[in-house]
């Protein structure tokens, strides 16, 4: 995988909890990103970074939040979760030649 | 924000044939990418291509910018090239937020 990893793989959690799902990536990418995956929507982008503690909305925010407290990870928190956000998600990062993904987090909010 | 269309939604084909899969987008762009959904979900890169041809092996992909298309060619399909194949462009501009086309639904069959 280029050297980006996503943790969990497969999580179920109950409505409102806090969920945190982490990016690790080994090749010191300055731009990382998180999407999800729905059927019928394709790929949305929910978060970026730009770098450390530098991070920007994507077009579907709301409730979630990122951190980056280092250049190498990049955390998604969804606060209160909810059954709408069950979904795919993945992680990405921006190298020289486009983007790599990670292999994808499953989560489902029950 | 930009628009990205790409068709057909899907595409049946014997192991084999030839294809070719079209990415419209709605203003300029800097850069393109092509992407494999494999049916696994994992989302590989294919090309970066913001103009011209590349090929790589059997698959090959042409930009041209100024019309704003791409095209992704796949000759003598395998069952292998099954999936999903997205293009992206940048959101708007030299943004680093790339948008995701709805996705080709490639299915080769034996």
């Known amino acids: 995988d280029a050297g980006i990893t996503q943790s969990p793989r497969h999580k179920v959690t109950e409505t409102g909890t806090p969920v945190t799902l982490r990016c690790h990536q080994t090749e010191n990418h300055r731009y990382m990103y998180w999407y999800r995956q729905d059927p019928g929507h394709g790929l949305r982008l929910i978060h970026y970074s730009y770098g450390v503690k530098d991070t920007d909305k994507g077009e579907v925010s709301d409730g979630y939040s990122v951190s980056r407290s280092k250049t190498e990870d990049f955390l998604l928190t969804l606060e209160s979760a909810t059954s709408s956000q069950t979904s795919v998600y993945f992680c990405a990062i921006r190298g020289l030649y486009g983007y790599t993904f990670g292999s994808g987090t499953r989560l489902t909010v029950v | 924000g930009i628009q990205v269309e790409q068709s057909p939604p899907d595409l049946i084909l014997q192991e084999g044939a030839n294809s070719t899969l079209r990415c419209n987008f709605s203003?300029?762009?800097?850069?393109l990418q092509w992407f494999h959904q494999n049916p696994w979900g994992q989302l590989i890169n294919l090309f970066y291509i913001p103009s011209g041809t590349k090929q790589n092996g059997r698959l090959s992909a042409t930009t041209v910018a100024t019309e704003r298309y791409s095209l992704l060619y796949i000759s003598s399909s395998q069952t292998t090239d099954s999936g999903v194949y997205f293009c992206?462009?940048?959101?708007?501009?030299?943004?680093?937020?790339?948008?995701f086309g709805k996705g080709t639904k490639l299915t080769v069959n034996p």
């Open positions: 203003d300029s762009v800097n850069n």
């Open positions: 992206a462009v940048p959101y708007q501009g030299g943004s680093e937020k790339l948008v």
